[in-house]
């Protein structure tokens, strides 16, 4: 599975981006699929995850509220709408693919990474 994240911006606090992950391959649908942020100086941290089904999400405490990840197996693509921005919402953001069914939090146990796309909000 290979990934491209696109969507990344410059925002001021309070606005909204939707950044996509496009996925080639036949096998999008049997991977669950997460997207993940890092900042100047910090570690990855996770964001968001939807099952393959699409049934079931996760968040982070932080974006819970302001942000929702959706997918389409169809288009074989992973959504990520981020409203309310926030300055500390600022990271390079990256998709992700992981070889299971449900959510999945730990970026261990994904499999494969999108390239990344570029954040930034001002204040």
């Known amino acids: 599975v290979q990934l491209q994240a696109s969507g990344g911006g410059a925002v001021q606090a309070g606005g909204s981006l939707r950044l996509s992950c496009a996925a080639s391959g036949r096998t999008f649908s049997s991977h669950a699929m997460g997207w993940f942020r890092q900042a100047p100086g910090k570690e990855r941290e996770f964001v968001a995850s939807?099952?393959?089904?699409?049934?079931?999400?996760s968040y982070a405490d932080s974006v819970k509220g302001r942000f929702t990840i959706s997918r389409d197996n169809a288009k074989n693509t992973v959504y990520l709408q981020m409203n309310r921005l926030k300055a500390e919402d600022t990271a390079v953001y990256y998709c992700?693919?992981?070889?299971?069914?449900?959510?999945?939090?730990?970026?261990?146990?994904?499999?494969?990474w999108g390239q990344g796309t570029l954040v930034t909000v001002s204040s």
């Open positions: 992700a693919a992981a070889s299971a069914a449900g959510v999945v939090i730990n970026p261990k146990s994904y499999d494969y």
């Open positions: 939807v099952s393959r089904s699409d049934i079931s999400t």
